[in-house]
Nanobody, 130 residues
Framework: QVQLVESGGGLVQPGGSLRLSCVVSGFTLPFYAVAWFRQAPGKGREGISCIFGRDDKTVYSSSVKDRFTISRDTANNTVYLQMNSLKPEDTAVYYC???????????????????????WGQGTQVTVSS
């Protein structure tokens, strides 16, 4: 059974940093892509970053590019999202997800409870506020 568990969220001041973790089980990390999505209150769920399986190719949305970094530690079955220069508009629940084609859904925004197919974690809250 595939499971993903996020952690590392919290309250941080604007300009600060956080590192989110996504511990995965039930599959071998290098062979499947893992993506991060987020959903702010009253907004759709948006894809922000993805790391491809079998190589280290990474992609980012324009809203987080050059501020966030996705990486993985295969020994610990963990995918990380390092978030720097955080802004109030980064406030959201952050989710990690996996699927064979999860990276192809990164450009979309999903409304009314919808989300791309695949396995999802329960989310971790990030609040950026002074």
């Amino acid at each position: 059974q595939v499971q993903l568990v996020e952690s590392g969220g919290g309250l941080v001041q604007p300009g600060g940093s956080l590192r989110l973790s996504c511990v995965v089980s039930g599959f071998t990390l290098p062979f499947y892509a893992v993506a991060w999505f987020r959903q702010a209150p009253g907004k759709g769920r948006e894809g922000i970053s993805c790391i491809f399986g079998r190589d280290d190719k990474t992609v980012y949305s324009s809203s987080v590019k050059d501020r966030f970094t996705i990486s993985r530690d295969t020994a610990n079955n963990t995918v990380y999202l390092q978030m720097n220069s955080l802004k109030p508009e980064d406030t959201a629940v952050y989710y990690c997800a996996t699927d064979s084609f999860i990276c192809t859904y990164l450009a979309g925004t999903y409304y009314s409870g919808s989300r791309p197919p695949g396995s999802w974690g329960q989310g971790t809250q990030v609040t950026v506020s002074s």
